[in-house]
C-alpha cells in the first residue's frame, strides 16, 4: 500500500511508515495513493458475511502486499471479536451500535487492529516505541485496552483534566503496567497541540521512537470503515437508499465511511452531526473552513474546534467544496436539543442514547423528515453507561451499567500532572 502526504504528493511511504510515523514530516496527514475497488461479487455476499470476514476482505484489498494474508485474518478475528446490533429504533432510522468492544466505545476498532498491526511489525524487526496520544476521552481508553500489554511498545496518554467523565478517567488511569496516563491542565487541543508538537521535533521524535494512535493514524481509519460494508449488509434487505450519519468531532469515523463509499459501497449521503463544535457543518454551508477553540457539552468526545482528518476530506474530494457538499451534508445541535432527544427517544421508542448518538439521532431524523422513500442509520459510538451521570441526570433512571465498568470505578487512579505546555511534555518524554 503506498501513501501520500497531503501536504506533498511527492512524499511517499509503505502502510509499515505510515503506520509508525503517524505523521508525516510537513505536518500533513497520510492519505492512500490508491483507495482500492472491491468487486461487485463482495457486495453481493455482504448479508451473509461475518463482520471479521467482511474485515479480513476489506483490509486485505489495501494490505495484502504489507501483511500476509494468514496474519491479516488472524488479526480481523481476533480484534473484531464483539457483537455489533443494527437496532431499529424507529420506521426509517436505525441504530448502529458500535459500543459491544471492550471500552464501550466505537474507538475499539481502531485501537485493536492497529495495536495488533504494530505487533506484527515491532515482532519482525525487534524494535520498541513509544505512542504518544491525546484523547478527549475514549480514544485513550481504547487505546490503553488495545496495547495493554503489548511487547515492544510504552504508551502515554495525555488527557484534558476535569474534561472527560469519571469513568472515561478511571479507564485511563487504571491500565497500569506500559500505559502511562498525563493529566494536562488545559483543553483537549491543547493535548492534541502538545502531541502534535512532540511528533515535530523530529531529534526528539526518532530518539524516544514515538508513535501516534490518534485518528490521524491511517491503521485507525481502515478499521473504522468496516462497519459501514456491515450495516450496509444488515440493512439491505430493507430494498431502499441508506444514509449514514456520523457523530463527528475529529471526524476520523467519517473519514472511514467515506473510504467504504470510495470502495464501491452504494451509500446514497452522508450526514455529519456534530454538537456546537459545528466547524465542519460551518463549513458545508459556506465554504469556509473557520477552525477555533473547542466549546465543553456534554457529547464531550466530539468537542473538537480544529478536527485533524479534515484535511482528508478534501483531499477525497480535491479540495472541491461543492462536491464535498454533495456528498456530505451537516448538522449540529446544542446540549438542550440533545437532552430532548434522549428524553424524547426512550420515552417513545423504549431507546436509551448516550450524548454522541443521540446528535446524531437529531441529524438524521432531520435529514429524513422529507424523504419519506429512504431509510437511515446513525452511528450509535459509545454505550450510555460510559456516560451515566449525563444520561441519569437528563432521563431521570440510571442506564444499566456492565459489571466490568462498575469494576473499574473501584480501582485507584494513576496520573501524573502536567501543564498544557509543549515543554512539559517534551521534559517528560526525554
Ligand atoms: C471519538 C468519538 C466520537 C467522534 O469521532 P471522530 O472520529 O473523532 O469524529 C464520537 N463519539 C464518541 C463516543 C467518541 O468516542
Not at 10 to 22: D, I, M, P, R
Not at 206 to 231: D, H, M, T, V
Not at 372 to 390: N, R, S, W
Request: aromatic share 10%; with cysteine.
Amino acid at each position: 500500500m503506498k501513501l501520500y502526504s497531503t501536504k506533498n504528493n511527492q512524499h511517499q511511504v509503505n502502510f509499515e511508515q505510515a503506520l509508525f510515523k503517524g505523521l508525516p514530516p510537513d505536518n500533513g496527514l497520510y492519505m492512500p495513493s490508491e483507495i482500492p475497488q472491491l468487486p461487485a461479487t463482495f457486495f453481493a455476499q455482504l448479508p451473509e458475511l461475518t463482520l471479521p470476514q467482511i474485515a479480513f476482505e476489506v483490509s486485505k484489498a489495501f494490505l495484502a502486499d504489507e501483511i500476509p494474508e494468514q496474519v491479516l485474518e488472524e488479526i480481523c478475528n481476533d480484534a473484531f471479536n464483539f457483537d455489533v446490533p443494527v437496532v431499529k429504533v424507529e420506521e426509517q432510522i436505525h441504530a448502529l451500535e458500535l459500543f459491544h468492544g471492550p471500552t464501550y466505545a466505537f474507538k475499539d476498532f481502531g485501537a485493536r487492529f492497529m495495536a495488533r498491526a504494530m505487533g506484527y511489525f515491532l515482532k519482525k524487526s525487534g524494535e520498541q516505541i513509544h505512542i504518544l496520544v491525546a484523547t478527549s476521552g475514549d480514544t485513550g481508553s481504547a487505546v490503553a485496552h488495545g496495547f495493554l500489554g503489548v511487547e515492544n511498545i510504552k504508551v502515554s496518554i495525555l488527557y484534558p483534566s476535569g474534561k472527560v467523565s469519571p469513568l472515561q478517567e478511571k479507564q485511563l488511569t487504571t491500565a497500569g503496567q506500559n500505559i502511562t496516563a498525563l493529566e494536562v491542565e488545559g483543553t483537549f487541543d491543547d493535548c492534541q497541540r502538545m502531541v502534535k508538537a512532540a511528533f515535530l521535533d523530529q531529534e526528539l521524535s526518532e530518539k524516544c521512537g514515538l508513535s501516534s494512535a490518534n485518528s490521524i493514524n491511517i491503521a485507525r481509519l481502515i478499521p473504522q470503515s468496516l462497519y459501514y460494508f456491515w450495516a450496509y449488509g444488515q440493512l439491505q434487505k430493507e430494498g431502499k437508499p441508506l444514509n449514514v450519519c456520523v457523530p463527528s468531532g475529529n471526524f476520523g469515523n467519517l473519514t472511514g465511511g467515506l473510504f467504504a463509499q470510495k470502495m464501491g459501497l452504494p451509500i446514497k449521503h452522508f450526514i455529519a452531526a456534530t454538537n456546537l463544535n459545528d466547524i465542519v457543518p460551518q463549513y458545508l454551508k459556506s465554504g469556509n473552513y473557520q477552525p477555533r477553540p473547542s466549546i465543553a457539552t456534554i457529547s464531550n468526545a466530539m468537542d473538537v474546534g480544529a478536527p485533524s482528518n479534515f484535511q482528508r476530506m478534501e483531499a477525497l474530494f480535491n479540495k472541491d467544496w461543492k462536491a464535498m457538499t454533495s456528498a456530505v451534508s451537516g448538522y449540529a445541535f446544542d446540549d438542550d436539543a440533545t437532552r430532548q432527544a434522549m428524553v424524547e427517544v426512550l420515552k417513545h421508542q423504549k431507546y436509551q442514547l448516550d450524548p454522541h448518538g443521540a446528535v446524531g439521532y437529531l441529524a438524521l431524523a432531520d435529514y429524513l423528515s422529507d424523504r419519506p422513500d429512504e431509510i437511515g442509520v446513525f452511528l450509535e459510538t459509545a454505550h450510555p453507561a460510559k456516560f451515566h451521570e449525563v444520561v441519569t441526570a437528563t432521563v431521570g433512571k440510571q442506564p444499566e451499567i456492565p459489571t466490568p465498568l462498575l469494576q473499574i470505578l473501584d480501582k485507584e487512579k494513576h496520573s501524573l500532572k502536567i501543564p498544557a505546555e509543549t515543554e512539559a511534555l517534551k521534559k517528560y518524554l526525554q
